[in-house]
């Protein structure tokens, strides 16, 4: 999956991804309102807009970038029916040619997280394999440790797909816990040198594994010492533009030849439209690609 | 919530808990078959069985225990469908006077964490409120820190509900990074002294907070230290039966007074048929009962 994954990166020239992390105050409020009335269920209403909001976006940006990223959080708020459209809205990325990263961070003890990893590795019932959720990617929270990653690692040999493990998160409060200091370590440091093990028997054919880590934007002088000690470990960064990050200090989580991580942003691109005077409201799509494009050149620009 | 949960406790004369953490292979063969082609639909028919037991799991331990735990990720493996499975069995337990202890372990930054704390406070759309989930309590995962729980404290704080965060896990590699020693406290600690700080403007009647914590049963040394240092803080304690817990090692997790935890068990209840040739297969509501009877006594046999 890792081949994979620097495969598009190098054929669009672009190691960044877009959140689809959409949310109704990222819309146009006259999408929204298209789809009022239409079937008497505002949750079905709301979610028919995300969903046609989601596809347009998808067009504009499926030759820009190489993979979305979908944070299913934004999904579950509306129940079964948002699941729904985080299912749909992955097969309609994947139909489109993108890779799709599935941000749930789940984790939990192995009976649990066998039960997770069908996100990757899919279900079988009556002896037929259903593959139902179809993410190439999921992130994973690493609190339990070895034997409850096992059973995502076991799904990442069997079905060719990947992880991208949380180290060290965007976010102030982070620090809590991943900075605690443990003999010469940090937490995160420690989490780094297992998801590097983990890693090993899925390194593909440019050194880096299907077992990346999440390595939050806003701490460059951090993602510097970890793209040192986590050689074999591809970084999704997040934080890009909204959290706080960017430009030059993006720069310490690639390795010399300019790879070996993903940048990723979403409120930014999004919500582009919203920003700029230059478009009307249903050209949400060209506004997206236009800020997709300056987050390629920024991003690529110190490379 | 605290106060209302222990109320319950209280009534029953029960600190345990039973996990509706229904897979296909705790369900009577026959009880499958009975739903099979059915609708043409495997996942679905697959999901009616699953909800039938669970109804008549419901059905025969509502007197018994205070509150049901539901492990998201068992309805999760069948996508959205699975989802509906989960908020309708919710919906089951509390109509039939049960209390709801969603296991979903979410965590995230502080805007992702809004919207998974829907499963505590609901949406709000078109000025309306609706509460989709519908669980009293939630599992989350604290390794965001502060700023990613506060979306979730807030909703305790609005809507009186309550949480179980991660301190100690009852798997064996929850060491690899909860056991790592910081100064002079091992990580779960710190995060035991974090959920006493959360949970300090939550606190009920009886001295608990709402913001209580799960500690793995495996662990009663460390559930004799852990119940000292968070002497505010309500266990959720796993691991009962199946993941080698039990009898006298439970006692370390309650106070003085035989308060301040509750045990939960699944596959001992929910399988129990099947390992008890007095039952035919239509009688695993009667086998989860005694099942369930059987926990209370040896658990309330130490208080």
Chains 1, 2 share one sequence.
Not at 170 to 182: F, R
Request: hydrophobic share 35%; glycine share 12%; proline share 4%.
């Amino acid at each position: 999956m890792i081949d994979e994954l620097m495969k598009r990166i190098e054929e669009k020239g672009n190691p960044t991804m877009v959140g689809l992390d959409t949310t109704l105050e990222l819309i146009p409020r006259e999408l929204v309102q298209q789809h009022q009335g239409t079937c008497g269920d505002p949750i079905e209403e709301t979610l028919q807009a995300i969903l046609a909001f989601n596809k347009e976006i998808i067009q504009y940006i499926k030759d820009v970038v190489p993979a979305v990223k979908i944070q299913v959080a934004m999904y579950e708020q509306y129940g079964w029916q948002g699941i729904r459209t985080y299912q749909e809205t992955i097969d309609d990325a994947k139909k489109q040619g993108l890779m799709v990263v599935g941000d749930i961070k789940r984790g939990d003890i192995s009976s649990t997280a066998e039960a997770y990893s069908s996100h990757l590795g899919g279900i079988t019932l009556n002896h037929m394999e259903m593959d139902l959720w179809k993410e190439d990617w999921i992130t994973v929270n690493p609190y339990f440790g070895t034997d409850g990653m096992n059973p995502f690692l076991q799904k990442c040999r069997t079905h060719g797909k990947g992880l991208f493990v949380l180290v060290k998160t965007s976010n102030p409060s982070g620090k809590e816990i991943q900075d605690l200091v443990c003999g010469n370590q940090k937490v995160y440091e420690v989490i780094g040198d297992l998801v590097e093990k983990w890693g090993m028997p899925l390194r593909g054919r440019y050194g880096y594994s299907s077992v990346g880590a999440v390595v939050g934007a806003p701490h460059p002088e951090q993602g510097a010492i970890l793209r040192k000690s986590m050689p074999h470990t591809f970084f999704l960064v997040p934080g890009y533009g909204a959290q706080g990050g960017g430009g030059i200090s993006l720069k310490s989580y690639f390795d010399k030849a300019g790879k070996g991580a993903v940048i990723h942003s979403a409120r930014g691109i999004l919500g582009a439209h919203s920003h700029d005077k230059r478009y009307v409201w249903n050209q949400f799509g060209e506004a997206a690609r236009e800020a997709a494009l300056a987050m390629k050149k920024e991003v690529t620009r110190y490379l």
